[in-house]
Every structure is written in C-alpha cells, then in structure tokens.
C-alpha cells in the first residue's frame, strides 16, 4: 500500500508546516528502549526524514527507508546540511527483508496505516533483536476552542475527498491511530505510551500549507480543485480568526510495543 507517488509535490510543505516530533519525545523514547549510541534504528516511511535526524543526532546508527524519492532527496539534503550519516534507501515495507537487520528499533511516524500492518509486524519480528520495539509515532488534536481550525480543515478536506480514501473508510471509529488490535495479534503485545503535549501559535498560511502537506489535499491530488479547496479554507479560516492568527494544540505520541518478558 505504502507506494511511491503518494506524497509526491507535498514535500516543501510537508518540511515546513507538518508538526514536529518534539527531541523531549525522543529522549524519552531512547531512554525507556534503554539505545546507546551505535544502536542500529530503522525508520520506516522516513518522509522527509524528521526521524531519522532526530534519533542520528544522538548518535544511533539509522536506516531510513522510504518509497517516494522526493521525500528521500529531502531527507538526504537535511542529513547533509548536518553532517549527519544515515543510510537512505527508496523501499517500503514490502521490500523489507531479514537481511535488513537486526536493529533494536523500528520506528514508523505518521505512515503505518499505509502499510499492511499485519505483515510488516511479521517482518520486524524477524528483524528486530529479541529486545527490540516497534514504536509508531503520531500527532493528535485535543477538542479544544483553540484547535478549532482544524476541525474545519477536516470539514473542508471531507467534502473535498478525504472520505473517499481507502484507509479513512477502513479505519472506523478512533481513526489510523488505533494501533491495538494489530500490535496485540503480533508478536509485540507488551504496549507502552509516550506523549507530551505542545501549544504553538499558527497563521492562516501555516493551516493552509498543513492541508497541503496531506495526501488527501495534496495539490496534485486536488488537480483543477485545488484553487476552490483553498480558498473555502481560507474563508473559514477567517471567521474563525480575522487578524489569521490561530494556536494550536497538539498531543505528539509514541505508542512503543515490544515482546512479552
């Protein structure tokens, strides 16, 4: 499922407007896999590779992979700009093989409900060390006063499409993000959570350049809609925030599963 054209023309906004994994989330990732510099990380899905700098800047030996090159040519020019060494390959998760391993961790941000998740647990089990750990990192909205751009950037992206794609329709109730019943039907039943909750400050041009940076608003998506899809956002926008100032806030969360002891 995760194949190549998908996020193609999103990566400038993607890198400037998508939310960041804050390095506290990080940190305490690291510290409760117990990783030391050199440990071996893979990341699944890298996008534009905010993961994969995240864990090389603390000295963990990464493996990005992702199917779309112009998320990789990015992500290499970013590991670049910082003297960072990671190892970039354009496969997705059915290309992964036993040979890939072992690693002590797969972390897969953002991009798991494009895969088939049941198969590629099967394949990490095969390549993560016996006490290694999948972690799969999202971002979620609290129903707060201050996130109410974004429910009607949800609005807007529904009548635009998003209801019509494959993995909104499967996923039901409680969206991508409910990852249990996959994680228990692998071999990584033990499930932890991380999280940490941000508040920064938007402008209209940021929420725009958010909705661009998805698949389902995606201006290559949207083709000749693109220009309408704009600016009902912006006017909605604008009801919610004249001056177009707007705050947000945000849970970033890591859901780490691991093998029973």
Request: proline letters at 5%.
């Amino acid at each position: 499922m995760d194949a190549p054209g998908r996020f193609a023309g999103t990566v400038t906004d993607y890198q400037k407007h998508r939310l960041d994994y804050p390095p506290r989330l990080i940190a305490r990732l690291v510290a409760e896999m117990g990783l030391k510099p050199g440990d071996a990380v893979l990341d699944l899905g890298c996008g534009p590779g905010n993961l994969a700098l995240a864990f090389a800047r603390l000295g963990l030996a990464v493996t990005a992979l992702d199917p779309e090159p112009q998320m990789l040519e990015a992500a290499r020019a970013a590991a670049t700009a910082e003297g960072l060494k990671i190892n970039f390959f354009q496969r997705g998760s059915p290309e992964l093989t036993e040979a890939d391993g072992p690693f002590r961790l797969a972390a897969i941000g953002r991009a798991f409900h494009w895969m088939d998740r049941a198969a590629t647990l099967a394949m990490l089990d095969r390549i993560l060390l016996p006490d290694g750990g999948v972690a799969l990192l999202h971002d979620a909205h609290p129903p707060l006063e201050e996130n109410n751009w974004y429910k009607a950037l949800g609005k807007i992206s529904e009548k635009y499409g998003r209801a019509r794609m494959a993995h909104v329709k499967e996923r039901g109730e409680g969206g991508h993000r409910r990852y249990e019943s996959f994680l228990f039907a692998s071999a990584f039943r033990r499930i932890d959570g991380l999280s940490v909750i941000i508040r920064k400050a938007l402008t209209e041009d940021d929420i725009v350049g958010r909705a661009f940076s998805t698949s389902i608003c995606a201006r290559d998506a949207l083709g000749d809609r693109a220009g309408a899809f704009e600016a009902e956002l912006r006017t909605a926008l604008r009801e919610l925030s004249p001056d177009g100032r707007f705050a947000e806030v945000a849970k970033l969360a890591a859901v780490l599963a691991r093998r029973p002891q």
